[in-house]
């Protein structure tokens, strides 16, 4: 629409101009004709589409007009909707103050109930709790006296058997004590023997006769022998050792010593650190036990009746190893006097080695029966070896006539094969012979 008026505008203003120019020039009326002529043409132009604009701006009216009224339509029904909406607002506002009264009245009355059944609630739980209270109370009580009751069995059994246990250990003590008393007993009866010669050296005897009977048997030693003849010194042990002739016999002298004192003078210089006193008790040790040697070999070696040599005995490990600790004391004993120096140990070795030595010349002096023994079962072997071959000759007739019995077998089997081919209703023919002749 503005866009319309403003070109009507400057036609207007080129048509000023036109007759203002046509006053001054009026000579060229070629150029005014012209002029004229595409004025004309384009007023036909802005005619037309003037024509056209005003056609659509009636359209743009009727549509606008259209548009209002549908506007307007839809303006009055939402008009007549919040009408609607008002008066229902307003039936609800009367609704909503009658429901507030309702309530009012309605929470005045529960309040009312409430407050009477409060007072009633209050008094049932009040009641109810006073029964409950009471109900507690009597169960606490017969709980305390059940508990109180186990609780006394309880104590009582557990007393009564801390009391048995208190009352065992006792009794176990008490026997402890009388064994610790009966040990001290026999510590002191032990060390009553070592201080007593006597009684050390039966200590000594005994040991070494428990070591004799355990290797040797009761035929192959004795005790307290007399082994220089005229003597009255006997040897406390000797072993049985087979002579130069069938029927002679030689002994080994075995006596025990135990130098007891010596030896626990050295021990206990050494525990205490006094290498001096250690020393000298150390050569005393030397010359008791050359002492004891000498005297084994001056009472009980006799050659030919005994051995060259015999066997000094110390009945404790710690004395032995201490002796052969000692410098070149053993050989000095052994080549002056002839006597080997053994410990429980060492004796033990020395009764095994000449166990084996017994056994073996038993098996020597009894080798002609052993071969004696074995000719005969050369010859009974001989005797079975026969029996044996005959036994394989009657098996080897028997395997023969077993594959006799089954050549013949096989044969009767190709014969049965035969009959059984015949047809199954044959069969009853054969046995009745009557039907046959017929």
Do not use: C
Not at 274 to 281: I, L, R, V
């Amino acid at each position: 629409m503005f866009m319309l008026i403003g070109i009507v505008i400057i036609i207007v203003l080129l048509l000023i101009l036109l007759f203002a120019g046509k006053k001054d020039n009026y000579p060229d009326n070629n150029a005014f004709n012209t002029l004229k002529d595409e004025l004309n043409k384009y007023q036909g132009n802005l005619t037309g589409r003037l024509e056209t604009m005003v056609l659509q701006a009636n359209q743009v009216a009727e549509n606008i007009n259209s548009l209002k009224t549908e506007l307007q339509e839809k303006l009055d029904l939402k008009l007549t909707q919040l009408l609607s909406e008002a008066r229902q607002s307003k039936v609800i506002d009367e609704l909503r103050s009658d429901l507030n009264q309702r309530l009012s009245l309605l929470t005045q009355t529960i309040n009312d109930q409430l407050m009477g059944t409060s007072q009633q609630l209050r008094e049932t739980i009040q009641k109810r709790l006073g029964e409950i209270q009471e109900s507690n109370d009597k169960k606490l009580e017969e709980m305390r006296r059940t508990v109180d009751e186990k609780l006394h069995a309880t104590l009582e059994e557990r007393l009564g058997e801390k009391f048995k246990l208190v009352s065992e250990h006792l009794d176990k003590v008490h026997i402890g004590l009388g064994e610790m008393k009966i040990l001290a007993e026999g510590v002191g009866d032990l060390k009553k023997v070592f201080t007593n010669v006597k009684t050390r050296g039966t200590w000594g005897e005994v040991q070494l006769g428990s070591l004799l009977d355990q290797v040797l048997t009761q035929e192959q030693y004795q005790k307290n022998v007399i082994t220089v003849p005229g003597s009255s010194d006997p040897v406390e042990f000797a072993i049985k050792l087979p002579g130069s002739d069938k029927d002679s016999q030689v002994w080994l002298p075995i006596d025990a010593k135990f130098p007891i004192e010596d030896y626990q003078r050295l021990v206990d210089a050494v525990d205490q650190g006094e290498m001096d006193k250690a020393e000298q008790y150390g050569k005393q040790l030397e010359r008791r036990v050359k002492e004891e040697a000498k005297t084994i070999r001056q009472k009980y070696i006799h050659v030919p009746d005994t051995t060259d040599f015999a066997i000094l005995f110390l009945p404790t490990e710690g004395l032995y190893a201490e002796v052969l600790r000692r410098p070149g004391l053993v050989d000095s004993i052994q080549n002056e006097y002839r006597i080997s120096v053994a410990g429980p140990t060492t004796l033990m070795a020395i009764l095994n080695s000449l166990q084996m030595g017994f056994r073996t010349l038993a098996i020597e002096q009894r080798s002609a029966e052993i071969w004696k023994t074995l000719g005969a079962i050369k010859s009974e072997f001989l005797k079975f070896g026969d029996v044996i071959e005959a036994t394989r000759k009657k098996l080897d007739q028997a395997t023969k006539q077993f594959d006799e019995v089954d050549r013949r077998t096989r044969v009767l089997k190709r014969t049965l094969r035969d009959v059984e081919e015949l047809p199954f209703a044959e069969v009853p023919l054969l046995d009745n012979p009557e039907e046959t002749d017929d």
